[in-house]
């Protein structure tokens, strides 16, 4: 699509809609909204939209970035955007019609809360890329969710605050390694693409923001279940201070029997959750399982 032929929103645009829609940005639903282009074009071209790709745009609000999405998405491509909010899922397809004319019949628009998101709410074809601004509180169930329920999503950009992304992006043994990092390393790598200003949000929040962007990955070789190892995920950082035989004895049923488990696993009972990877996690549910004849 011609740069021409689509006109993106700009702060004045966003105020504009937002007040004739009576609309009041709310810290509960975490609508900060951006009104600077360049920003989402720089989300757009993180999210590596090939020909034909089915982009998944989760809290689209107002449109700011719905219309960069649009700007990239080829001629074969769709958009489906979520947005939990009625009102703002009402106006968005207007948005797009007056802004984005030549890309509205490959704009879908889906009133839902992703949280619970599921294959049959999208339709055909499945979504291969996500690009989100997420609200700061429900930025890694959502994502996780997202991960879990589309498996046809191989990779995507969230903007995210700041804290949120070094916790999705760390790696173990970093002092921000938890649950976050382990969980969203079963599906993919994920990465710091940049940091965001506040000053590009309307109302400007009162924390720092960064982009992750992740690409998928087959998780680590295991019998047991993704929910069998989030289960160990949960266990080893509920009480992060306390080496595995001790955070683990709930899980297992005593210290004793963690430790059985852990060095079945190969992994040392002495040591902290912190510095495990998602592998060594899988193994350790796996040890768990009942011996097969």
């Known amino acids: 699509m011609s740069a021409g032929s689509l006109r993106l929103l700009g702060a004045g645009d966003i105020r504009d809609i937002a007040g004739r829609l009576g609309v009041r940005p709310t810290k509960r639903l975490g609508q900060n909204f951006v009104v600077e282009p360049g920003t989402v074009r720089q989300v ?37 955007a979520v947005e939990v909010d009625p009102v703002l899922a009402g106006e968005l397809p207007k948005t797009i019609a ?23 709410d999208i339709g055909a074809p499945a979504p291969s890329v996500l690009a989100a601004n997420l609200p700061y509180n429900i930025a890694v169930p959502v994502t996780l969710n997202l991960l879990a329920a589309l498996p ?3 990779r995507g950009v969230v903007m995210v605050q700041s804290e949120v992304a070094d916790r999705m992006c760390a790696g173990p043994g970093s002092r921000v390694y938890g649950v976050p990092s382990a969980k969203l390393a079963w599906y993919a790598a994920a990465k710091s ?17 960064k982009l992750v962007v992740f690409t998928r990955g087959d998780p680590p070789p295991t019998a047991a279940s993704r929910e069998q190892v989030f289960a160990v995920v949960d266990a080893a950082f509920s009480q992060r201070r306390k080496t595995l035989r001790a955070a683990l004895a709930g899980w297992a049923g005593s210290a004793a029997a963690a430790e059985r488990v852990l060095r079945a696993a190969g992994v040392d009972p002495g040591a902290r959750g912190e510095t495990l990877t998602v592998a060594d996690f899988a193994r350790i549910a796996a040890a768990r399982l009942p011996a097969r004849d």
């Open 98 to 120: 007056e802004r984005a004319p030549a890309a509205a019949d490959r704009a879908v628009v889906i009133t839902a809360d992703a949280l619970g998101l599921r294959e049959q």
């Open 152 to 154: 046809s999503l191989r």
């Open 44 to 80: 757009a071209a993180l999210a590596r939209i090939r020909p034909g790709d089915t982009v998944l745009e989760v809290g689209p609000g107002l449109g700011s970035l719905t219309l960069a999405l649009l700007e990239v998405t080829g001629e074969a491509g769709r958009l489906v």
């Open 193 to 209: 693409a940049g940091t965001v200003p506040r000053s590009v949000f309307w109302p400007v929040p009162n924390v720092d923001s």
